[in-house]
């Protein structure tokens, strides 16, 4: 699998003044595969102690690779600041909810 997509978008100008150029960095959905970095999406607490925030994880597993629907199933090893932990089936979601993984923004 190749590295991961990214495409460099330049805004020039005709304009007179200083040149602009802003690069903004597009990201493309992909397959997800071993090793890859992501965010994991922990859960907060009921009474929000906690709330839910993303973490570090890296993919350690594709469950369905290729299949349509499932093949964006990974089994993750969190990174936590005090602690790791791994966890299977997690679902992507690009909102961010819960409980489910998405590519770092
Ligand atoms: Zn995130």
């Known amino acids: 699998m190749s590295l991961r ?3 460099e978008k330049t805004m020039t100008t005709t304009e ?3 040149a602009v150029a802003a690069a ?17 999406v922990s859960y907060g607490t009921p009474n929000a102690e906690y709330t839910s925030e993303c973490r570090a994880a890296v993919v350690t597993e594709v469950l369905n690779p290729g299949d349509a629907t499932l093949g964006e199933t990974v089994g993750l090893c969190v990174l936590n600041p005090t602690g790791v ?4 089936t997690i679902a992507h979601d690009e909102q ?10």
Do not use: L
């Open 5 to 7: 997509h990214r495409k």
């Open 16 to 18: 007179p003044g200083p």
């Open 24 to 40: 903004e960095a597009v990201y493309y959905p992909q397959p997800p595969t071993i090793c890859r970095m992501v965010h994991y």
């Open 85 to 88: 932990f791994f966890n299977r």
């Open 96 to 105: 961010r909810s819960p409980g489910s993984w998405h590519w770092p923004h």
